[in-house]
């Protein structure tokens, strides 16, 4: 494989150069240029990545033309001295056309052009125009989830499955470009609730509450060092218009209930707003069959674990969040947000086990048959708080932000297990541990932007980030004493875990040659760490610091063709979960655990997109990517004949760590398209491919090498304005790690949605994997001394239905100028 498709990516990555090289052939230069900004007729917000385009007059011939930035900010170049037609599209907007554009030399300024959104009535405010689901802008790609249909009645695990360059297997765990290391924010902003257990939160986000999901392959100097992978930035859903508005959602099914509350208040200068959601998964039985292998070489003996296990379960979650807005002066703005959320699961079930002996001679030693009874419960609660304020000054663009964010998370983890034979019927072990812990983080930090012209401006920034991990775990014994539990001091353990983070960055946004924009930064971080383990007492942890470069060039060239090229080096620290020593002996054969010797994981990426926009709204994307880690943070089983924890020792059982692995080097290409075939039918797709390698370094065996990709296909039609049905499916290949493989799955689902009552309400019904209760998930691990098959049976078919009514009069206002409703010509500049 590796002969094949290194070389395939690497001719597909100079194809796309020389295809960026041959469009960006130098042309005849004019010294004419217009300039402007887009924004909303409405709301005076900018609209990103409107496409201006310039006709000559009279022959009515397009001849030049420029896409908006995130600023809404456009500049034509390279315009001839004439007489133009300006026109402005974009999705969900009026086509605003302005004649009579003079350019003689210079640049001509037209202002502001506003542009109004479709099926918008300014005094009643009822607006029914839509974003496209997907938005590829230079920087990051945007999913829009409130246009997702099929999405309503699930959850964030749900709704990233459909992002492209974005994989969720069927437990929740999450990849970006195949890499798990991710830096989630929620508004733009970190949180403890993604530190602990991230699967737990994106399982108990309702996809109602959620407005759209940001992806950022190849982050800035600005934004954290942290995540090799990238970021995943989820956005709640917040209304900024005039007003008392919101909006009510509520989902039940077979096997995911939910439900969300929006309340948004907005006058003159102020706004408000408040959410609160909640959902469930209703308790299912999932299956799982364990077969392992073992050989103990002190003893010449062979083991045959066979367990057939069965366990009930359930999980729960709520959030709820208050924000405030606030221009104090049309210069001066402070906002703030305050937000609880809980999140937690529980599982019960029973293990049955057979156990096979036998010694170097092939003869039977011992065959046993037992049985475990098993529980477990996890739950965290999070409160998190922050303030910014933000300065405008007199240039345009040129800010000071400050912000302050604080979190803390209180987590609980409890296990019990009870071991009895089967005949006669005896309970000869047992044991169960709670691990309270607490986990909380302090970042402030300050922003500055300074632009010089309309091609340059630089960034530049400080933050302080604390943080602070304590776990105690306590283990229990069963005695001889019935239903009598004994404290283990020597199986108990207790961390406290210190950070300090210094880090400061600059960046510079330029152009080259007049048609290449450039941004480069670079970031500092310093980090200070303490320890303190029970077992061992204080640790003395080095400092050390990490530089962080980056550097985009993009370019925008005729036919809304976009070709950008980046570099980014990350880091991934340690998280709660990695370094929580806590002994999970829920199954007393196959025990997790964390590592305390972890160290950081770093990674350099290089990337290289080009997209094109279609007239008829095809738009294509096209994403090779190569990254390399060190270091690798990969769980790790480890198989021991007898595993001691204190003065208990744990015999033929496996046990599951996070390790730093070596090297891991990934060569990727995704692919994204959407295709309206017709006016109301529409078709998605996003394939991606990855070539893995795998240097285990200092870790037994050998080097390791696969291929995983993914395929995806989303359908639409639209029946009428207010009744649309899609069908999704999504295939995950098997995925190689250091041992052997991660289980690939299968899903689908299918949807209609009918909007009613002047689209202000909806009802969806939603159907996954309809034809499939189960999902089989298969897992083979290879160690040392031992073989590991492994089949899980998880539930995962359901229907749902979803209803939402969006409620308030918007009141938007014009101008007192204006006479009236419609809004009038934009006003030229000089």
Same mark, same amino acid.
């Given at each position: ?65 420029? $896409?908006?930035?995130d ?13 133009? &037609? ?11 056309? #302005? ?15 506003k542009?109004?959104? $479709?099926?918008?009535t ?6 029914s125009?839509?974003k496209?689901?997907i ?21 964030a695990?749900?709704?990233?499955k ?10 929740g765990?999450?990849?970006? *470009? ?8 929620? =508004?733009?902003?970190p ?9 737990e939160v ?10 759209? %999901? ?41 096997? /995911? ?30 299956h ?14 062979s083991?045959?674990?066979? *367990? ?9 979650g ?7 807005d ?16 809980f ?12 156990? /096979? ?23 965290? =609660?999070?409160?998190?708080?922050g303030?910014?304020?933000?300065? #405008? ?35 000869y072990?047992g ?12 970042d ?15 960034e530049?920034?400080? &933050?302080?980030?604390y943080?602070?991990i304590i ?8 005695t001889?004493v ?16 210190k950070?300090?983070?210094?880090a400061?960055?600059?960046?510079? &946004?330029?152009?080259?040659?007049k048609?290449l ?16 383990y ?7 942890i ?16 005729e ?5 950008? %090229? ?8 340690p998280d ?8 999970n ?5 196959? %025990?997790t655990?964390g ?10 990426? %290089? ?7 279609f007239?008829q ?7 090779l990517f190569?990254r ?5 943070i ?9 595993f ?34 017709? #006016? ?6 996003? $394939? ?14 050998? &080097? ?10 989303? /359908?639409?039609?639209e029946f ?36 009613f009552a002047d689209?202000?309400a909806?009802?969806a019904?939603t159907?996954?994997?309809p034809f499939n209760?189960?999902v089989?998930q298969?897992?083979? /691990?290879?160690?040392?001394?031992f ?8 539930p ?21 100028d204006?006479?009236?409703d =419609? ?8």
């Amino acid at each position: 494989m590796r002969s094949t498709f290194k070389p395939l990516l690497i001719s597909l990555f100079f194809l796309l150069s020389g295809f960026a090289a041959f469009a960006q052939l130098p042309e005849a230069h004019y010294d004419g240029k217009i300039t402007g900004r887009i924004i909303d007729s409405a709301t005076g917000a900018a609209v990103e990545y409107a496409t201006v385009s310039l006709t000559a007059i009279p022959n009515n011939n397009i001849v030049n033309g420029a $896409t908006a930035d995130d600023k809404g900010v456009f500049t034509i170049t390279n315009v001839v001295p004439g007489t133009y &037609k300006m026109s402005v599209v974009f999705f969900g907007y009026k086509t605003f056309e #302005k004649s009579g554009i003079v350019v003689a030399q210079g640049s001509v300024a037209v202002g502001d052009i506003k542009i109004a959104s $479709t099926n918008i009535t300014l005094k009643a405010a009822t607006i029914s125009a839509s974003k496209p689901i997907i938005e590829n802008k230079i920087d990051k790609l945007v999913y829009n989830v409130d246009q997702d249909l099929t999405s309503q009645s699930g959850v964030a695990a749900d709704v990233l499955k459909k992002v492209p360059e974005v994989t969720v297997d069927v437990d929740g765990n999450v990849e970006l *470009q195949g890499n798990s290391s991710i830096l989630f924010l929620i =508004n733009g902003k970190p949180s403890v609730i993604y530190g602990n257990n991230i699967t737990e939160v994106l399982q108990s986000i309702p996809s109602s509450q959620i407005q759209s %999901i940001e992806v950022i392959t190849s982050p800035g100097a600005k934004y954290d060092a942290n995540g090799t992978g990238g970021i995943i930035n989820i956005i709640l859903k917040k209304s900024t218009a005039e007003g008392i508005n919101g909006n009510v959602s509520l989902s039940g099914g077979t096997r /995911l209930e939910n439900g969300s509350f929006n309340l948004n208040a907005h006058h003159k200068h102020f706004s408000a707003n408040a959410f609160l959601s909640g959902n469930g998964q209703i308790p299912s039985t999932a299956h799982n069959t364990m077969i392992r292998s073992s050989y103990d070489s002190s003893s010449k003996q062979s083991v045959l674990l066979n *367990q057939q296990a069965q366990a009930v379960f359930q999980r729960e979650g709520m959030q709820t969040g208050l924000g405030f807005d606030w221009d104090v002066t049309p210069k001066d703005n402070f906002s703030g947000n305050f937000g609880y959320n809980f999140y937690g699961n529980h599982y019960a079930g029973t293990d049955n086990r057979n156990t /096979l002996i036998k010694d170097s001679t092939e003869s039977l030693v011992s065959n046993v048959n037992d049985q475990v009874l098993l529980a477990n419960t996890y739950h965290a =609660n999070t409160i998190n708080w922050g303030l910014n304020y933000k300065k #405008k000054f007199d240039k345009e663009d040129q800010e000071f932000d400050l912000s302050y964010i604080s979190s803390i998370d209180n987590n609980y983890s409890y296990y019990k297990q009870t071991q009895q034979y089967v005949s006669p019927d005896s309970i000869y072990s047992g044991a169960y541990g709670v691990n309270p812990g607490i986990q909380s983080e302090t970042d402030i930090s300050a922003d500055y932007t300074q632009p010089f012209s309309e091609d340059f401006s630089i960034e530049a920034g400080a &933050k302080y980030e604390y943080s602070q991990i304590i776990s105690n775990a306590g283990v229990y014994a069963l005695t001889s004493v019935p239903n009598w539990y004994e404290y283990n001091p020597s199986q108990s353990l207790s961390l406290n875990y210190k950070s300090n983070i210094y880090a400061g960055y600059a960046s510079a &946004k330029f152009k080259l040659f007049k048609w290449l924009d450039v941004k480069a930064g670079f970031r500092y971080e310093y980090t200070q760490l303490a320890a303190y383990y029970s077992n061992v007492g204080a640790v003395n942890i080095n400092p050390y610091g990490t530089n962080v470069p980056s550097i985009m060039f993009s370019h925008k060239f005729e036919k809304n063709q976009t070709i950008k %090229i980046a570099y980014t080096h990350r880091i991934e620290r340690p998280d709660y979960g990695d370094l929580n020593p806590f002994i999970n002996a829920t199954d007393p054969q196959n %025990i997790t655990t964390g590592n305390t010797h972890l160290v950081p994981e770093t990674g350099d990426k %290089i990337e290289m997109g080009y997209s094109r926009t279609f007239e008829q709204g095809t738009n294509l994307n096209f994403t090779l990517f190569y990254r390399g880690n060190r270091n690798d943070i990969q769980p790790i089983t480890t198989y021991y004949s007898s595993f001691k924890v204190g003065d208990t020792a744990y015999n033929n059982v496996a046990v599951s760590a996070p390790t730093n692995v070596g090297r891991e080097d990934n060569y990727g290409l995704s692919i994204f398209a959407s295709i309206p075939i017709t #006016k109301s039918f529409n078709f998605r797709t996003n $394939t991606s491919l990855i070539q893995r390698y795998i240097n285990d370094g200092d870790l037994p065996g050998d &080097k390791v090498q696969g291929l995983n990709y993914r395929l995806n296909g989303n /359908l639409s039609y639209e029946f009428s304005k207010t009744f649309v049905i899609e069908a999704f499916g999504n295939y995950n290949s098997a995925r190689i790690n250091v041992q052997g493989t991660q289980p690939g799955f299968f899903s689908y689902n299918f949807a209609l949605r009918k909007q009613f009552a002047d689209k202000k309400a909806s009802l969806a019904i939603t159907a996954n994997n309809p034809f499939n209760y189960y999902v089989n998930q298969v897992t083979n /691990l290879t160690g040392p001394n031992f073989t590991t098959y492994n089949l899980r049976q998880i539930p995962y078919q359901s229907f749902g239905i979803n209803f939402t009514y969006k409620f308030g009069k918007l009141e938007f206002k014009q101008d007192k100028d204006k006479g009236d409703d =419609n809004p009038g010509p934009p006003q030229e500049g000089g």
